[in-house]
């Protein structure tokens, strides 16, 4: 069974930091982009960040420059650096892999609450 699990959400006040961790189990992904979704109530779903096969990354304009996308293929996880947090930034992410062009996916997690207090 494929799962994407994600960990390190939490409450943090504006101007700190977070990590998230998302975990990969039940296939490789080695030959997917990986990304970070987020939504917050009442608005749409938005990608912040995705990861290639090759290591090339994107990021949205709004998190470009505090959040820092990675992967380990040996551990089949990615995780996405939050730094410089703004009360903008709440919102569920979600952790999701795609073999084909985003935001369009095939696979994707659960999600993490990230509450960034002012």
């Known amino acids: 069974q494929v799962q994407l699990v994600e960990s390190g959400g939490g409450l943090v006040q504006a101007g700190g930091s977070l990590r998230l961790s998302c975990a990969a189990s039940?296939?490789?992904?080695?030959?997917?982009?990986m990304g970070w979704f987020r939504q917050a109530p009442g608005k749409k779903r938005e990608l912040v960040a995705d990861?290639?096969?090759?290591?090339?990354?994107w990021y949205a304009d709004s998190v470009k420059g505090r959040f820092t996308i990675s992967r380990d293929f040996t551990a089949n996880t990615v995780s996405l650096q939050m730094n410089s947090l703004k009360p903008e930034d709440t919102a569920v992410y979600y952790c999701a892999a795609s073999r084909t062009t985003w935001p369009q996916y095939d696979y994707r997690g659960q999600g993490t609450q990230v509450t960034v207090s002012s």
């Open positions: 990861i290639t096969s090759g290591g090339s990354t």
């Open positions: 039940g296939r490789s992904f080695r030959g997917y982009g």
